[in-house]
């Protein structure tokens, strides 16, 4: 579709999205490119909303006029292939009505960590969206996904953008290339990831309280992990349901397990909360939402990612792309599209260091069935936004868009 589509109201002959081409292992004529954390606080537009709201994390991922609006900022900005909900993995903890918030700086903390089989059994009495909070949270996420898809289009009804200036809609324009809209992704934590927060009670390294009640006590594992699958299954098919058109399962802390552990207790869990998001129908395509899956430290851990049942893996910085790709290729059923691997650290290496990395990330991805770059963890909150804005023209090899970037946000603001 051109540019000229939104006004002309047919879109009968549209074409899907690079990127859900990308995720179904067909070969679109642009690589699709989105950032993890590419929402939050890189961008100045999103630290003066924060500052603006005065609200907690939780609060403004709760609230869905805020949470619309900053999931697409980036869009806006960057023309990304994609939005991401701006949402958290413990939003769905919240919803079920467990107290638990974030700190700056140090990040999820939760009153009440679950170590004994009785906190257990406190913690799966409770459910998704239950009592009136969790209700009014459940509905409030729903509508911040279809507050978001408004702007981002759907394949019948052009995006908005109504009251948005010049560079914004060049920004949506870019970010929806040849089709008449922008998918937008979903998300939730994995069942190991989440379980790690509830029985740490905080970030860890290496996640010891959890692996020892994965050993100790196998019984009570089982009911955790199978709480957390639904949970998160849950999460991401309400996401799915509003309007997000693929999703993301997050492992972030896989990588601190043996693959022996990760394929016998834990796997199965990851594998019941992807199957639980799959029955979701997105009403954006009248189809399930394509799913990705990413850990971090999961060199030794991909082909079971993807016999997880994941359409596509996301693979980390730690580990070579080329590689990553070889042992994807068989390890379910048909080829595997990949996800990544920029390394976070490359954004503030000057631009004659990071343009060939990019370059050499694309040329890897060439030996995949389809190729989304992405980085191989979250933005950096230093990141300069004008950097991403330009790795993004680079991946999508647009000049026009590199002459944007390169003129910079604030000047056109
Ligand atoms: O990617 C995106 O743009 C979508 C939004 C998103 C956030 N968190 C927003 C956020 C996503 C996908 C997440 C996932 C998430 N949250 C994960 C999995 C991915 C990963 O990074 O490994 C994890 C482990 C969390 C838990 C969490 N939430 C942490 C560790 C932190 C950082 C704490 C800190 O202050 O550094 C958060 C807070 C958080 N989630 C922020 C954002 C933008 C920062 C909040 C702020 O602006 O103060």
Redesign the pocket.
Known sequence: MTDSAPNSGEFAADVAPALLRALTGARPERTPVW???????SLPE??AL?DRAGLS?LDV?LDPALAAE??LQ?VRRHGVDAA???????VPLRLAGLAVR???????VLDEPVRTPADVARLTARRYGEGEAGGAGARAVEAGVRAACAELGTPTAPGGGANLGERPLAGLAASRGSASWTPLIG?G?APF?LAA?LVEGR?SRDHLAARTLMHADPGAWDALMTWCARLTGDFIAAQVRAGASAA?L?D??AGSLSPADYRARVAPYSALALSIARRAVSPTTGAPAPLIH?G?GTARLLADMRAAGADAVGVDDRTDLAEAIAVLDGAGPGPCPVQGNLDPALLTAPWEVLAPAVDACLEAGRAAPAHVVNLG???P?TTDPDVLTRLVARVHGSADWEATALAGWEAAA
């Open positions: 950032f993890m954390r590419q929402a939050g606080r999103y630290r924060r994390m991922c900053i999931t980036p991401v909900f701006f949402s958290d993995i413990m974030i700190e700056p700086g140090l990040g999820p998300f934590g990831t927060y970030a993301q997050f972030s802390w990413f971090t963890h979250g933005v909150p």
